[in-house]
């Protein structure tokens, strides 16, 4: 069976992209990788020359410690599950974590910023339907457009589009009461509730796919201070120690956002949309979510040239111990204002095809 509109899931068909579907299942299919699930890696081992030789991995079923022999060890367990990876990985070599002698593993994590908005365009109520699906955030979008030079925050942040009347997904039907206290009858007045039954429905007849918002999402700075670090006192349910994170958004931040919603209020505005909801002001920051809620963790084992100040090399090698890589975004210095997925693929492909040219020089 064939459920289409899931490509959030990863489409079944294959027809979008996700790596489960387009890059683990097409190399089984060589016949070249034996794939180990359930298996929660805890750290990696090293030998007396300070060389990876494998990972020490729990079994999510048995709960049982098991380890596995690595030439090269490539971590791509996200950002900040390499850093703890990394952090656990202690021995005489490497006794502050696998190749941290700089203390920069789990440092300068950084997020992207983010704030949305959203009205109701009063000329899509009532409107004639058809099918919208594919309308909004997936692909409509609006990189950033402004110098800012002559802004009062560094770096830029684009903006992502949602609406329209797509096919409903789980959740949809709630708020329609909400909604509808911004709409009001020939005589000006805002109309009587639907309530439920026949009222509902109406409502949602009338009101869905008349609603449009927008999503800032943004380039913060990485600052040394903001990381994450392991928790002395804590483990998981694997005995796994976890990791405690220290992250505070500084003025630029904080100033983008406020600029994010200048600029919805605007577009919104200019749209003719009665905008729902306060306009965030200084006392939420301007509304900018907290970090970690846009997902787009990155930063805590950067690459740079000088191993005082980063972990990695340009290739993603870790600098203290050449058969490690990491190819999540952990090693970024900065994400500009995109989204990170699509720069990891291309730098986890640039380093895969290094490890290739290492090997064949018997470098590693
Ligand atoms: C809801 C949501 C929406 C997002 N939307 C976007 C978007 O629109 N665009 C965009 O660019 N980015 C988006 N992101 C961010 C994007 O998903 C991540 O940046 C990206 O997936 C990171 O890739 P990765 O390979 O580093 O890590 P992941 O995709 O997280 O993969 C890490 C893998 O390692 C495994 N793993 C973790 N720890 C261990 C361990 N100890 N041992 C063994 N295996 C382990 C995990 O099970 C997982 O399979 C979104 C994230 C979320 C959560
Ligand atoms: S809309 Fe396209 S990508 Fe999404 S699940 Fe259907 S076929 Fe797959």
Redesign the pocket.
């Known amino acids: 069976m064939f459920f289409?509109?899931?490509?959030n899931r990863a489409?079944?068909?294959y027809?979008?992209f996700s790596s489960s579907t387009c890059l683990v299942k097409p190399a089984m299919q060589k016949g070249k990788v034996e794939l180990y699930t359930h298996a929660m890696v805890r750290e990696v081992i090293t030998n007396d020359q300070g060389l990876a030789t494998g990972v020490v991995y729990i079994d999510k079923k048995d709960l049982n410690e098991y380890r596995i022999g690595a030439k090269v060890v490539v971590l791509a367990a996200s950002a900040c599950e390499t850093a703890r990876i990394m952090l656990n990985s202690k021995s005489k070599q490497h006794p502050d974590g696998l190749s941290n002698s700089s203390g920069v593993v789990g440092r300068y994590l950084h997020d992207s910023t983010g704030t949305d908005r959203m009205g109701i365009l009063p000329e899509l109520i009532d409107r004639p339907r058809y099918n919208e699906d594919g309308v909004g955030g997936l692909h409509v979008y609006s990189p950033w457009w402004l110098d800012n030079k002559k802004l009062d925050f560094p770096r830029g942040y684009h903006l992502e589009y949602w609406g329209g009347m797509g096919m409903p997904s789980y959740g949809f039907g709630f708020g329609m009461d909400t909604m509808r206290k911004y709409i009001t009858d020939e005589l000006g007045k805002p109309t009587a509730n639907g309530g439920y039954g026949a009222g509902l429905k109406n409502d949602v007849r009338r009101i869905y796919g008349s609603t449009v918002g927008m999503s800032g999402r943004g380039e913060s700075i990485p600052q040394y201070d903001n990381y994450c670090a392991i928790d002395p006192d804590t483990v998981d349910k694997y005995g796994i120690p976890v990791l405690k994170f220290h992250y505070k958004w500084t003025e630029h931040e904080v100033k983008q956002s406020k600029h994010m919603h200048d600029t919805f209020e605007e577009i919104l505005t200019g749209m003719g949309a009665i905008i729902l909801g306060t306009k965030p002001g200084p006392e939420t920051q301007y509304g900018l979510a907290a970090p970690g809620r846009i997902i787009h963790e990155v930063g805590t084992t950067r690459m740079g040239d000088d191993p005082k100040t980063s972990v990695l090399n340009k290739y993603a090698q870790a600098h203290e111990c050449k058969n490690v890589f990491v190819v999540d975004g952990g090693s970024f210095v900065s994400q500009a204002d995109k989204n990170p997925t699509w720069t990891i693929l291309a730098l986890s492909w640039r380093t895969s095809e290094y490890i290739i040219n290492q090997l064949k020089s018997q470098n590693i």
Do not use: E, G, T
């Open positions: 289409c509109a899931q490509c489409c079944q068909v027809a979008d």
